[in-house]
Structures are given as C-alpha cells and as structure tokens.
C-alpha cells in the first residue's frame, strides 16, 4: 500500500509528459502542495518516449509518489490514429474542429476514474489534470460540461467522508498562454514531450507538434526540445 | 480491433460473474440484443473463480464480442479487504449500512468508464451493470445518483453521434427479486459465482453469500451452487 503522510495537501497530477501536463504539475507545486504522478499507457506509438518524460518531470519535482496505469487494452479497441499503427496520423489542420483521429475512446473518463480511485486510497485532496478546452483540437473530454459532470460523479461515487477536488488549471489557456505559465512557473518545459509521431526529435508535422509550435511562437519563447523541422503556423 | 457487425442492438454488459450481473445479462438478452461481455480484474481473491463463472455465462449467451479489463494496479492500492491478503473479509453484517471494507476505490467509475468506451469503439448502444442498491451494503457507487451523474459523463465526454445508454436493470431490485427474475428468464444461475472467499465451494460466511442465500431462501428457490455451510439468514 502506497503511504503518503505529511502536513502539506497532495494532489494527484495526471501527467503524460506533455506540455500541458507539466504546467498543470507547476501550478500545484506553486502552491506548495505535495504532488503525486499518474501516467496512463494506452498503446500510443511514443509511449516510450513519454513515459521517459513523465519520470524526468517526476525526478525534478520529487513526487512523494508515483504510478502508471496500463490501458493499453484501448489500443486492441483500434479507431484512433495514436494507437492504431494501421492509421496515419494526421498532419497538423489547426482550423479542424471536428473530432480528430487521434482520438481515443472516452479516455480522460478512464483517466480520471483511475486517478479518483488513487486519489482516494493515498488521501489526496485532488486530482489535477492538464485537459485544454480552448485551443485543443475538438476532443469531446476535454470540454468543461465534461469535468463538471465527473466532479457529480466523484461525489456521488466515493466514501462520505472522501473529498477529491477535479481540476483543470489550464482548460482555458491557448498555447502560448501555458508556455508562458510555464516559464514564469519554472516548470521543466525542456523534458516535455508532445510529437504524436517521433521518439527522439518532434516531428514537427503532427497536430500536436503544431499547437506546440505556434504556442512557443505566439509566447515568444524558443521551444528548448529537438525538431525535425519547424514550420511557421500561424 | 474487434468486429461486432449484424443488425440487432449491441449491449456491453459488464459481467463480474455474480448473480446481479447475470441476471443483468438475461434482462439484456431477453429483449433481443446482442451482448458483449467485459469482465475486470481488480485483484480480487477470488479472481480465478469469477473468471471461470464470466466465460461460463459468455458461452451461454453466445456473446458477439468478450473483453477482460486489468485493474489490478487497484490490488497495489490496498485498502480493500477484496484485494488486500493482509484485510480479513468480513463476516455477514446484514444490517450494517456503513461503507464495508471490502469497498474498492471508485471502482464502478472505472469500470463503467472501460465499458463505455469499448461501446463506443465497437458500436454498442448501451452499456449494462449488475448494480444493486435497495438491498446492497452500502457501497457509494452503487447508488442511483451516481449513474446518473455517470450517464452526464457519457453524454459530454464521448463523439456527439456516440449514444450510449447506461443501465442499471437490477439496482431497485432485492436479492430475492433478482433470483425470481432470474430464474423466470431462464439465467444461468448455476453458472455464477459469488463468494469473496473461496473458489470450489462458497464459504456461506462472507457478506456475499449472505445476501446471496438470504435471496434464494426468500424466493423459495434453491441455490444451485455448492457451499461449506448454508446458514439460515433473516
């Protein structure tokens, strides 16, 4: 049984070792609070690489815990480009609003209940996760309506007693907003990863890849990681 | 990635291999449907012997698709004397209206959060659970508010053409009216498993065989299942 006690509140950080998720994690170090990671595997094809960034950013914040949840049972469900290696990814279309291929079934559901269920064992006070509403890509969890009704079923569907707070620090910040956040919080932006393609340097190309590009552009920040090549979106 | 193509309505049930979930499934194939099994392993004691009862009851229904959902890292939680060797079970309390300590965390949320997204990857319309309040031992995720908080989760969090319907046919019944529907439907009774014990024969002693037998014994039916001792529960 993990155990965790010391004064300071915890707070449970679902953290891909992406961009968001890392300046979500800087928000609650901020504030003094404890943090424990939880990293989600699903299958995706660079789940390697950022299971590497989840521990980099776990060692530079001294987690009081960490832990990964294995959903790769998603990938054998098929239907989504980041897990699917018979489906391309498709190349970065910042004005699509529709629901990408790279989305995964119901994934921050799964997500959040596997971090709830932590949150309550361990006694954390929350659960932290890095969704974007505003500037994201059109995924249906990560809409607001999306994280009230699971606070409802957090207090409906846990102990009496048991209080976990549902946050998402950066559901209405663009890009260039968490970037800046990021670097005004400290946050270890250089151990991030995003690229939804490439494992040792961004592709450049990918959705995920150009939302993070124009965010360090639009912030006026040099993105710190490797690229293949780095278009100018606008 | 699994294939679930005809022209009847698809329903994922989610079959622990108990009676309620059984029953669940019969409710669901007495209209007609198609069924799809998901079964989860959360480091239950008895894990081998649910198994064994879910693909018992799968090949009796003939199910289109089957799935098993690992949720073991719950078992690494502790806190639940259903995963925990070092927690005893819990002899019968009948009366007791706290949350027991057989409680796994928020484990209703993961599993119905599993199963709707496999639904919407396979095209199921709904998505079934064996929940039983009225006369369940006080479990929060058991409750009827907590569903309905859960359907609001699906309703924001999945594709706007997704519809999948959360049911919970069992969950105002009493034991005793889920053996009678049961056995009126023609389930496979025999074929459960209920025990949080033993896996050859059911203790009689644990909470589960209590309501278990109390059920039978109201409904005037005898339970088909072996046990080491039947005691008379009021």
Redesign the interface.
């Known amino acids: 049984?993990?155990s965790v006690n010391a004064n300071r509140s915890l707070t449970v950080v679902a953290l891909s070792g992406g961009l968001d998720s890392c300046v979500t994690a800087a928000t609650a170090a901020a504030e003094g609070r404890r943090l424990a990671f939880a990293h989600a595997h699903y299958g995706q094809l660079t789940e390697a690489r950022e299971r590497r960034a989840f521990h980099e950013i776990a060692d530079h914040y001294d987690v009081a815990a960490r832990?990964e949840?294995?959903f790769r049972?998603?990938a054998?469900?098929?239907?989504s480009s980041l897990t699917?290696s018979s489906m391309d990814v498709s190349p970065a279309d910042l004005t699509n609003r529709d629901?990408p291929t790279s989305?995964?079934?119901?994934?921050?559901?799964?997500i959040?209940?596997?971090c709830?269920?932590?949150a309550?064992?361990?006694g954390a006070e929350a659960v932290a996760i890095g969704a974007v509403y505003e500037d994201a890509s059109g995924y249906?969890?990560c809409?607001p309506?999306?994280f009230?009704?699971?606070r409802?079923?957090?207090?409906?569907?846990?102990?009496?007693e048991t209080r976990v707070a549902i946050e998402t620090p950066v559901i209405g910040m663009s890009k260039a907003e968490i970037v800046r956040k990021g670097v005004e919080l400290g946050a270890p932006l250089e151990l991030t990863w995003s690229c939804y393609r490439n494992e040792e340097r961004a592709c450049g190309l990918c959705d995920s890849c150009a939302y993070r590009l124009r965010g360090f552009a639009e912030a006026g920040v040099e993105d710190p990681i490797p690229y293949d090549v780095r278009p100018n979106y606008r």
């Not at 989305?103 to 799964?110: C, I």
């Not at 409802?152 to 009496?160: L, S």
Request: hydrophobic residues 45%; glycine residues 6%; proline residues 6%.
């Open positions: 049984m993990t832990i949840f294995d049972r998603f054998e469900f098929g239907g699917d629901v989305y995964v079934p119901f994934r921050n559901a799964n959040l209940a596997a709830v269920a932590w309550e064992a361990i249906p969890d809409r309506e999306f009230d009704a699971f409802r079923v957090v207090e409906t569907g846990t102990k009496p």
